[in-house]
């Protein structure tokens, strides 16, 4: 492991005690609960910005898609329509 620094925490004794029942119940110490807890809470923060930002970008883009899509129909139709005369012929 990297180096590691200690800390101090203040927390509620009812979260302390659920923290001790979850260490004495996977043979974890409280430090290797805390790390895990604190390596799920920056994993789950991290995909829920990624998130936001995709979430930001598509409906930034929403009106461009929407335009690109709306011109190009009329292009879609006459290629469609210049198909079924080629195979009518």
């Not at 990297?2 to 005690?17: D, Q």
């Not at 923290?19 to 809470?41: P, T």
């Amino acid at each position: 492991m990297p180096a590691s620094k200690k800390i101090m925490v203040t927390v509620p004794e009812s979260l302390l005690l659920e923290l001790d029942n979850i260490y004495v119940a996977e043979s974890k110490n409280r430090s290797e609960v805390i790390r895990e807890a604190l390596k799920l809470y920056l994993g789950e923060r991290k995909r829920r910005l990624v998130k936001e930002q995709m979430k930001k970008g598509y409906l930034e883009m929403a009106d461009i898609n929407l335009t690109l899509a709306s011109e190009s129909i009329p292009v879609e139709h006459e290629a469609l329509v210049n198909c079924l005369e080629k195979l009518t012929e």
